[in-house]
T-cell receptor, first 114, second 116 residues
Framework: QKEVEQDPGPLSVPEGAIVSLNCTYSNSAFQYFMWYRQYSRKGPELLMY????GNKEDGRFTAQVDKSSKYISLFIRDSQPSDSATYLCAMSPMNNNAGNMLTFGGGTRLMVKP | EAQVTQNPRYLITVTGKKLTVTCSQNMNHEYMSWYRQDPGLGLRQIYY???????DKGDVPEGYKVSRKEKRNFPLILESPSPNQTSLYFC???????????????FGEGSRLTVL
């Protein structure tokens, strides 16, 4: 079993829909949780960064962490065609000032249709 | 513009022919890393470097070499490529000092390698 599980999709939604992307994990030591967005033929870029449990909101994006369930989510409100990308969750046991302890999920491909 | 630059972006080669994928960053980052991305397997770390002359194996280092002689450059070397190294490769860097040291990785645009 992988340490971080993510449904690969693709997830197809109409423009304006609320999107929910999720990851589950098995390592209870994970404390820092990130979402990266990867457009086609591009490298991933950091979208959201959260620590421990709770919610964090940034514009149309909300990241949610439930450590008791070992489950994280990314919500996208009023989804746009420009949100079409692959979304990768990533997590780390500490804020170790480097990326070498990041564990990535496999990514969920999202398609937002006009 | 802050960026991580990889070359070549696309390469088709044959088994056993040595090749090097270059990576350069202009953000003065201490940390650099190489990943490969394969369908269903996600991003897997090959090697990483905490600073000049300091490198270490990631999760899938077999068949790869790296060097870090300068802070900005971190080339990935495939001494004798094999078909199972056909993949999409990403170089990434991050800061390990100061306020921005939160583990955020900055990725290059990727190098698609096919080994026949």
């Amino acid at each position: 079993q992988k340490e971080v599980e993510q449904d690969p999709g693709p997830l197809s939604v109409p423009e304006g829909a609320i999107v929910s992307l999720n990851c589950t994990y098995s390592n209870s030591a994970f404390q820092y949780f990130m979402w990266y967005r990867q457009y086609s033929r591009k490298g991933p870029e950091l979208l959201m960064y959260t620590y421990s449990s709770g919610n964090k909101e940034d514009g149309r994006f909300t990241a949610q962490v439930d450590k008791s369930s070992k489950y994280i989510s990314l919500f996208i409100r009023d989804s746009q065609p420009s949100d079409s990308a692959t979304y990768l969750c990533a997590m780390s046991p500490m804020n170790n000032n480097a990326g070498n302890m990041l564990t990535f999920g496999g990514g969920t491909r999202l398609m937002v249709k006009p | 513009e802050a960026q991580v630059t990889q070359n070549p972006r696309y390469l088709i080669t044959v088994t056993g022919k040595k090749l090097t994928v270059t990576c350069s960053q202009n953000m003065n980052h201490e940390y650099m890393s190489w990943y490969r991305q394969d369908p269903g397997l996600g991003l897997r770390q090959i090697y990483y470097s905490m600073n000049v002359e300091v490198t270490d194996k990631g999760d899938v280092p077999e068949g790869y070499k790296v060097s870090r002689k300068e802070k900005r450059n971190f080339p990935l070397i495939l001494e004798s490529p094999s078909p199972n190294q056909t993949s999409l490769y990403f170089c990434a860097s991050s800061s390990t000092s100061g306020r921005r040291a939160n583990g955020e990785l900055f990725f290059g645009e990727g190098s698609r390698l096919t080994v026949l």
